[in-house]
């Protein structure tokens, strides 16, 4: 199958499209590399039940609920709260869980609670989640206020400001405990001494009980233990088919780390993985990203299998084979420079499975891991994802958004020429360099921004790449044509950062995702700060009833970068709570009603989901005579529905 002939788009919901992802080359790779990959993503896809429940208490038995109550619906599935009922179930399927995966919001059910009741209450007791003594009005019960109680746990993750935020989010990391409490606990077991910190909480939940506070540990015989060992027994036979005698030391010690639930464990693994390079396959399975935990602390479980794009792994290499020159010729303060940059690799992937919170909706690109005293004495892994990008373009050619959304035929031919290529090289940038770039001064708290902490941390790696983006290095090195490109990333990173991403966020409310958050920063940020308040660099202005991004002077925005770039990272090498909390409240949380409004009512027209998430291909291992793997093979034809009730069976372990 060529890749033109391939269909990357998939079916429509609510404000998600489905896209299915291709394994370019994955015919032409070894039996063993085959096998190898196949073992990984399945102790990938058992680690998603581990999200469902971290991402809130209820989402397990939710998502149990609707499975069977749709499964066993016996009247027209035309009807509108059926249809309703049916959009929800996806919906939770996507964003693992009863909350929007971007905006934290808890969905609004489209079916009516009597409907829900009469179907519930239909359905044979044997085929509910009941627990031990739970009757099947009891569950009703729950739900129902659950589910239609706008007021009861309404965020996930709820990051405003001057509130508890750890008392008001709904993900399932605590119980029990308020905000000032979680702090302190943490807080006592640091030492300032200790130059290998391990990250505290990372694989627990955090609980009180009779007035005492304890951590609940994820391992193989502790919390999500059924999950964990399931992932064992899978990454163990992983071992068999290894490539080289290297990875299956990583592996071993990503074992040994579920079983002890050890922090410490877990560094040696992270060091052990991020000095791992030999072999076209890799992989990331674990409590990794703390994005789901209002004070970053947390990792909720993850998991993607991986192997190089050769070709395109070039332009990666060339960008860390050059790490220390970007590092010495940063606009930072010079005492926030690493003076020797160590260990940088990056590489261009084809994603082979993706799990836990890496899916449905995923990243394009991965810097690991995240321990700051590891990426300066070991350095990091980076990888951007190719075929995930690629799936992304082809379903975003010929949409009509540029020509709504771009102020001018110029520029929408400029970004025509140039926006995949420098978009994909802003990600390499983003993800090879950014992240593992400066360092923290001596005593400085790596967890000193607490909830902003994360959209710090990703407008530093943006920056960085949008610093570097305008640099005569890049055309010398081979990354950019010319010196007219970079423009085209200038561009659509501002009017996504100020305008369209806002599509989005429901109309009034506020920017909570990180990610969203750090865009929004530095856009608004540039907008309201030119260098002599004079100089109109860019602008929002409005043509013929719309407003549109205009940037009258690439090269001195590129000054103001800059300038963000070294105030972003003095904040983090500082540990400057105080003004990392100022720039995200007022650049980054608010948006203006009737701009926003704007933005909305001309998307609705182009009739474009404003999220996207993919639908992994099914892999088929043909079993020999012997009981060994003789084929993998790769079906792309399986539906997001079959693929989510198929998960629901062949994965679950915690319910």
Same mark, same amino acid.
């Given at each position: 199958?060529?890749?033109?002939?391939?269909?990357?788009? *998939?079916?429509?919901?609510?404000?998600?499209?489905?896209?299915?992802?291709?394994?370019?080359?994955?015919?032409?790779?070894?039996?063993?590399?085959?096998?190898?990959?196949?073992?990984?993503?399945?102790?990938?896809?058992?680690?998603?039940?581990?999200?469902?429940d971290q991402q809130g208490r209820y989402n397990l038995c939710i998502r149990k609920v609707l499975e069977v109550m749709t499964e066993e619906y016996q009247g027209s599935r035309n009807q509108s709260d059926f249809k309703g009922l049916e959009t929800y179930l996806k919906r939770v399927?996507?964003?693992?869980?009863?909350?929007?995966?971007?905006?934290?919001?808890?969905?609004?059910?489209?079916?009516?609670?009597?409907?829900?009741?009469?179907?519930?209450?239909?359905?044979?007791?044997?085929?509910?989640?009941?627990?031990?003594?739970?009757?099947?009005?009891?569950?009703?019960?729950?739900?129902?206020?659950?589910?239609? *109680?706008?007021?009861?746990?309404?965020?996930?993750?709820?990051?405003?400001?001057?509130? *508890?935020?750890?008392?008001?989010?709904?993900?399932?990391?605590?119980?029990?405990?308020? /905000?000032?409490?979680?702090?302190?606990?943490?807080?006592?077991?640091?030492?300032?001494?200790?130059?290998?910190?391990?990250?505290?909480?990372?694989?627990?939940?955090?609980?009180?009980?009779?007035?005492?506070?304890?951590?609940?540990?994820?391992?193989?015989?502790?919390?999500?233990?059924?999950?964990?060992?399931?992932?064992?027994?899978? @990454?163990?036979?992983?071992?068999?088919?290894?490539?080289?005698?290297?990875?299956?030391? &990583?592996?071993?010690?990503?074992?040994?780390?579920? %079983?002890?639930? =050890?922090?410490?464990?877990?560094?040696?693994?992270?060091?052990?993985?991020?000095?791992?390079?030999?072999?076209?396959?890799?992989?990331?399975?674990?409590?990794?990203?703390?994005?789901?935990?209002?004070?970053?602390?947390?990792?909720?479980?993850?998991?993607?299998?991986?192997?190089?794009?050769?070709?395109?792994?070039?332009?990666?290499?060339?960008?860390?084979? !050059?790490? /220390?020159?970007?590092?010495?010729?940063?606009?930072?303060?010079?005492?926030?420079?690493?003076?020797?940059?160590?260990?940088?690799?990056?590489?261009?992937?084809?994603?082979?499975?993706?799990?836990?919170?890496?899916?449905?909706?995923?990243?394009?690109?991965?810097?690991?891991?995240?321990?700051?005293?590891? $990426?300066?004495?070991?350095?990091?892994?980076?990888?951007?994802?190719?075929?995930?990008?690629?799936?992304?373009?082809?379903?975003?050619?010929?949409?009509?958004?540029?020509?709504?959304?771009?102020?001018?035929?110029?520029? $929408?031919?400029?970004? =025509?020429?140039?926006?995949?290529?420098?978009?994909?090289?802003?990600?390499?940038?983003?993800?090879?360099?950014?992240?593992?770039?400066?360092?923290?001064?001596?005593?400085?708290?790596?967890?000193? +921004?607490?909830?902003?902490?994360?959209?710090?941390?990703?407008?530093?790696?943006?920056?960085?790449? +949008?610093?570097?983006?305008?640099?005569?290095?890049?055309?010398?090195?081979?990354? @950019?044509?010319?010196?007219?490109?970079?423009?085209?990333?200038?561009?659509?990173?501002?009017?996504?950062?100020?305008?369209?991403?806002?599509?989005?966020?429901? +109309?009034?409310?506020?920017?909570?995702?990180?990610?969203?958050?750090? %865009?929004?920063?530095?856009? !608004?940020?540039?907008?309201?700060? =030119?260098?002599? $308040?004079?100089?109109?660099?860019?602008?929002?202005?409005?043509?013929?009833?719309?407003?549109?991004?205009?940037?009258?002077?690439?090269?001195?925005?590129?000054?103001?970068?800059?300038?963000?770039?070294?105030?972003?990272?003095?904040?983090?090498?500082?540990?400057?709570?105080?003004?990392?909390?100022?720039?995200?409240?007022?650049?980054?949380?608010?948006?203006? %009603?009737?701009?926003?409004?704007?933005?909305?009512?001309?998307?609705?027209?182009?009739?474009?989901?404003?999220?996207?998430?993919?639908?992994?291909?099914?892999?088929?291992?043909?079993?020999?005579?012997?009981?060994?793997?003789?084929? &993998?093979?790769?079906?792309?034809?399986?539906?997001?529905?079959?693929?989510?009730?198929?998960?629901?069976?062949?994965?679950?372990?915690?319910?």
């Open positions: 199958m060529r890749n033109d002939d391939f269909n990357y788009s *998939d079916e429509k919901f609510a404000d998600i499209q489905m896209l299915r992802y291709r394994l370019n080359g994955f015919e032409n790779l070894t039996l063993q590399q085959k096998s190898y990959i196949y073992c990984l993503s399945q102790a990938t896809l058992y680690g998603r039940d581990i999200t469902f399927w996507f964003s693992n869980g009863i909350y929007h995966h971007y905006g934290c919001e808890k969905f609004v059910a489209d079916f009516t609670e009597d409907f829900f009741r009469e179907e519930l209450m239909k359905i044979d007791e044997g085929k509910l989640p009941l627990r031990k003594g739970e009757s099947k009005e009891d569950l009703l019960e729950e739900l129902v206020k659950v589910i239609f *109680d706008t007021d009861f746990m309404p965020k996930r993750v709820n990051q405003a400001d001057g509130v *508890d935020i750890v008392e008001t989010s709904a993900c399932n990391f605590y119980e029990g405990v308020n /905000q000032q409490e979680v702090e302190h606990f943490y807080g006592n077991m640091k030492d300032a001494d200790d130059q290998e910190p391990p990250s505290y909480g990372l694989n627990s939940k955090l609980v009180k009980c009779n007035g005492q506070l304890s951590e609940i540990v994820w391992k193989e015989d502790g919390m999500y233990g059924e999950a964990i060992r399931k992932i064992i027994s899978w @990454l163990q036979r992983a071992l068999k088919y290894a490539e080289n005698e290297e990875q299956k030391v &990583v592996v071993e010690l990503l074992i040994k780390y579920y %079983r002890t639930g =050890d922090l410490r464990d877990f560094d040696k693994y992270s060091i052990k993985w991020v000095n791992q390079h030999e072999g076209l396959v890799d992989f990331v399975n674990g409590f990794i990203e703390v994005y789901g935990d209002p004070l970053g602390l947390k990792g909720t479980w993850e998991g993607i299998v991986e192997y190089k794009d050769l070709v395109a792994t070039k332009r990666t290499q060339t960008i860390s084979e !050059n790490a /220390q020159w970007f590092e010495d010729h940063s606009p930072v303060d010079p005492r926030f420079r690493k003076s020797k940059v160590k260990g940088v690799t990056a590489n261009v992937i084809c994603a082979a499975m993706l799990g836990g919170d890496e899916y449905p909706s995923t990243a394009i690109g991965i810097n690991l891991p995240n321990a700051d005293w590891i $990426r300066a004495e070991h350095g990091s892994k980076s990888v951007t994802i190719g075929n995930l990008t690629e799936a992304y373009n082809k379903a975003m050619k010929g949409n009509g958004f540029r020509e709504e959304f771009v102020i001018d035929d110029a520029t $929408r031919q400029l970004i =025509d020429k140039y926006g995949d290529y420098t978009d994909d090289l802003h990600t390499d940038l983003h993800e090879c360099l950014g992240h593992g770039s400066g360092q923290l001064l001596a005593g400085t708290d790596p967890d000193a +921004l607490k909830a902003y902490g994360n959209t710090n941390e990703e407008a530093r790696a943006d920056l960085f790449g +949008l610093y570097y983006m305008a640099d005569k290095k890049m055309v010398e090195l081979g990354l @950019l044509p010319d010196m007219e490109a970079y423009k085209s990333q200038y561009y659509t990173y501002m009017m996504n950062g100020a305008l369209t991403q806002s599509m989005r966020i429901k +109309l009034g409310n506020d920017i909570e995702e990180a990610h969203m958050r750090n %865009r929004a920063l530095i856009a !608004n940020w540039a907008l309201d700060c =030119d260098i002599n $308040r004079q100089e109109n660099v860019v602008e929002i202005v409005e043509v013929k009833g719309k407003h549109y991004i205009r940037i009258n002077d690439y090269a001195r925005l590129r000054d103001i970068f800059a300038m963000q770039l070294a105030e972003i990272q003095r904040i983090k090498s500082e540990g400057d709570y105080e003004r990392a909390r100022q720039l995200v409240e007022k650049y980054a949380v608010k948006l203006d %009603r009737k701009l926003h409004e704007e933005i909305l009512n001309r998307y609705a027209k182009l009739n474009i989901a404003p999220y996207k998430g993919f639908i992994n291909p099914w892999m088929k291992p043909v079993i020999g005579k012997d009981g060994e793997i003789e084929d &993998v093979k790769v079906d792309y034809t399986e539906t997001y529905e079959h693929q989510m009730r198929r998960y629901s069976e062949e994965y679950a372990t915690l319910i």
